[in-house]
């Protein structure tokens, strides 16, 4: 197979694949959306088309990420961004942590896991975003 070069092929090839995609993601909302109709939410979970759809989820979303840092202005700064958004995350993960620990038949341990779970879950996305605005302040130093 012959690799395309003209870009405007590429162009269509990466529209047609968008438009699969959307497709794709629709049958797989739909079939769960039956599944969660006629079994409940539980049977709905178990099947293998839910994981499928949060893990093309988060590919989504962190594909989605490495093109709005390289869309960003240049004036934002990583360390200052990265700051703020660990203190938000510490905030909200705390917030939830307390209000799960309040909760009738849960622990402070279940409020400390929960918050934790909930900090580690916020911490990765925060740590690439940095990580790709870092790089990309660093080639701009380099031109």
């Given at each position: 197979m012959k690799k395309i070069t003209d870009e405007r092929l590429l162009l269509q090839n990466l529209i047609n694949i968008r438009i699969v995609y959307i497709i794709q993601t629709i049958g797989i909302i739909g079939i769960l959306g039956y599944d969660l109709v006629s079994k409940g939410f539980d049977e709905m979970r178990e099947n293998p088309l839910w994981l499928l759809l949060i893990i093309t989820g988060v590919t989504s979303a962190y594909l989605s990420m490495s093109i709005s840092a390289d869309y960003e202005n240049n004036k934002i700064n990583p360390q200052k961004s990265l700051s703020i958004s660990l203190v938000v995350l510490l905030l909200i993960s705390t917030v939830i942590g307390f209000f799960v620990s309040l909760t009738d038949g849960f622990a402070i341990i279940n409020g400390v896991m929960i918050?934790?779970?909930?900090?580690?879950?916020?911490?990765?996305?925060?740590?690439?975003?940095?990580?790709?605005?870092?790089?990309?302040?660093?080639?701009?130093?380099?031109?």
């Open positions: 918050g934790g779970i909930i900090f580690v879950c916020g911490l990765i996305p925060i740590v690439y975003i940095y990580n790709l605005r870092k790089k990309r302040q660093d080639e701009n130093n380099e031109d």
